[in-house]
């Protein structure tokens, strides 16, 4: 069976399930983990981080989402 995923324009209310997935997302990624190098603090770090970028996608209505972020 198929099943369709929905999808609609992030609003600001999503930020922050967006910004949490990603910062989850990337936590071990080595790209970023050597510039966020205190393992206890990077989570909180990248909160910080990632939500200047999500917000930015909001100007230009770039981000899109399924119905749990």
């Known amino acids: 069976m198929r099943q369709c995923v929905t999808v609609r324009r992030a609003r600001d209310a999503d930020a922050g399930a967006i910004t949490?997935?990603?910062?989850?997302a990337f936590f071990s990624d080595?790209?970023?983990?050597?510039?966020?190098?205190?393992?206890s603090?990077?989570?909180e770090q990248f909160r910080?981080?990632?939500?200047?970028?999500?917000?930015?996608?909001?100007?230009?209505?770039?981000?899109?989402?399924t119905e749990h972020c």
């Open 48 to 65: 910080v981080w990632w939500r200047v970028f999500v917000d930015s996608t909001f100007r230009n209505e770039w981000a899109w989402v």
């Open 30 to 39: 080595p790209l970023w983990s050597w510039a966020f190098d205190d393992e």
């Open 41 to 43: 603090r990077r989570a």
């Open 20 to 24: 949490e997935t990603i910062a989850t």
